[in-house]
T-cell receptor, first 112, second 112 residues
Framework: DADVTQTPRNRITKTGKRIMLECSQT?????MYWYRQDPGLGLRLIYY???????NKGEISDGYSVSRQAQAKFSLSLESAIPNQTALYFC???????????FGSGTRLTVV | SQQGEEDPQALSIQEGENATMNCSYK?????LQWYRQNSGRGLVHLIL?????REKHSGRLRVTLDTSKKSSSLLITASRAADTASYFC????????????FGRGTSLIVHP
């Protein structure tokens, strides 16, 4: 099994719908992140969490919310999806003592 | 704004040649990381170099760091078609918050 698992892998949804992207990890890392990738723009941080009780906004948090249900689970929600949220979404984990991120395989989200 | 920026944006070489890509950043760092991303897939951590290190090797990869110039380079020797991917650098954020920010990547194509 992958260290960081994202579900679903692909999703097409309609404008205005609520959607949740899920992430689970077996690395035992405290820190988890959600990134968005758009062509030509690299990765941009949406939210991050340093432990279960810690949630922080990233560079582009508007229109998104997150929930850290457990050390191993970090979900991203789009409350009312809009077309410009069409992107590739990545979950990642890290251990600050080690440095470096472990990424999931991504969720390709299309909002029509 | 993004902390790390890769250069060039695109690089096309023949199999067997060396590939060099660069990363520049703007502020002090704790470490710098390089990642590879195959098309549409998650990022894979390649190598991390700390601010007190100048050079690091891993297989066919050689990373250098020049903190006085705020730059790093990634050299892939004897490139293979399988090295075709996008390469990203990430630097940890100032202030010790250990949140790497990513550049836009270098797209490397290695022709067989």
């Amino acid at each position: 099994d992958a260290d960081v698992t994202q579900t679903p892998r692909n999703r097409i949804t309609k404008t205005g719908k609520r959607i949740m992207l899920e992430c689970s990890q077996t690395k035992g890392h405290d820190r988890m992140y959600w990134y968005r990738q758009d062509p030509g723009l690299g990765l941009r941080l949406i939210y991050y969490s340093f432990d279960v009780k810690d949630i922080n906004k990233g560079e582009i948090s508007d229109g998104y919310s997150v929930s850290r249900q457990a050390q191993a689970k970090f979900s991203l929600s789009l409350e009312s999806a809009i077309p410009n949220q069409t992107a590739l979404y990545f979950c990642a984990t890290s251990d600050y003592r080690e440095g470096g991120y472990t990424f999931g395989s991504g969720t390709r989200l299309t909002v029509v | 704004s993004q902390q790390g920026e890769e250069d060039p944006q695109a690089l096309s070489i023949q199999e067997g040649e060396n590939a060099t890509m660069n990363c520049s950043y703007k502020t002090s760092i704790n470490n710098l990381q390089w990642y590879r991303q195959n098309s549409g897939r998650g990022l894979v951590h390649l190598i991390l170099i700390r601010s007190n290190e100048r050079e690091k090797h891993s297989g066919r990869l050689r990373v250098t760091l020049d903190t006085s110039k705020k730059s790093s380079s990634l050299l892939i020797t004897a490139s293979r078609a399988a090295d075709t991917a996008s390469y990203f650098c990430a630097t940890d954020a100032p202030g010790g918050s250990y949140i790497p920010t990513f550049g836009r990547g270098t797209s490397l194509i290695v022709h067989p």
